[in-house]
């Protein structure tokens, strides 16, 4: 079955350290998404792409940065990790075959920044 | 401005008591999509519903439902005779047409605890 995965699922770091998390989907999406949960504030779009070699910033951007060189995956990295930036990280893929597209999540991952 | 307002951060109830999620939103563009998604105490993000603007039937999936209303801006969720596996974290979304791109406006969602 087509999924979205991410990896690692739990991860503890140290401020200012450089932090990658993997995003992988099998389901050919052309749509990725980053995005970032807080209490009390929802679900924030960090960055997106639409495509292979296309990426964007999204409303909460400022100290991560995204690369798309396939379709099935969209590391994000984390350039010098502060500690506001401890959080729980979702992924999420949509087809792009119209704007309608339902997103569908990762499993999110949990980084803590010490 | 585009946006939507989970106005109930925590909602309780007992086993068996229907329950409704407010959700308004607010965009300038004509069509757009809106959405629930149900996050439970594992974390991850499960897709409930989407419906577009141009339809205003309401919704019926089991014991949940949705009743969209363009004239209040409002896309309400009701679960029926709810059940101690209902205890979870409710997020509606809009996805904007014209001005969103496939961007997804969240809420800042709703906690529903329901007790046996």
């Known amino acids: 079955d087509a999924e979205i995965t991410q990896s690692p699922r739990h991860k503890i770091t140290e401020t200012g350290r450089q932090v990658t998390l993997a995003c992988h989907q099998t389901?050919?999406?052309?749509?990725m998404f980053w995005y970032r949960q807080d209490l009390g504030h929802g679900l924030r779009l960090i960055h997106y792409?639409?495509?292979?070699?296309?990426?964007n910033k999204g409303e909460v951007s400022d100290g991560y940065s995204v690369s798309r060189s396939n379709t099935e995956d969209l590391p994000l990295t984390l350039e010098s990790a502060a500690s506001s930036q401890t959080s729980v990280y979702f992924c999420?893929?949509?087809?792009?075959?119209?704007?309608?597209?339902?997103?569908?999540f990762g499993p999110g991952t949990r980084l803590t920044v010490l | 401005a585009q946006k939507v307002t989970q106005a109930q951060t925590e909602i309780s109830v007992v086993e068996k008591e229907d329950v409704t999620l407010d959700c308004v939103y607010e965009?300038?563009?004509?069509?757009?999509?809106l959405f629930w998604y149900k996050q439970p105490p594992s974390g991850e993000l499960v897709f409930l519903i989407r419906?577009?603007?141009?339809?205003?039937q309401n919704e019926i999936s089991g014991r949940y439902s949705w009743n969209f209303q363009k004239s209040t801006s409002s896309f309400n969720f009701t679960i029926t005779a709810s059940q101690v596996v209902d205890s979870a974290v409710y997020f509606c979304a809009l996805t904007p047409f014209n001005t969103g791109g496939f961007k997804t406006i969240f809420g800042a969602g709703t906690r529903l605890f329901v007790k046996a």
């Open positions: 419906r577009n603007s141009f339809d205003e």
């Open positions: 792409s639409y495509g292979v070699h296309d990426t």
């Open positions: 965009t300038r563009d004509t069509t757009y999509y």
């Open positions: 389901w050919n999406h052309n749509n």
């Open positions: 999420a893929s949509s087809s792009g075959q119209g704007r309608t597209d339902t997103q569908y």
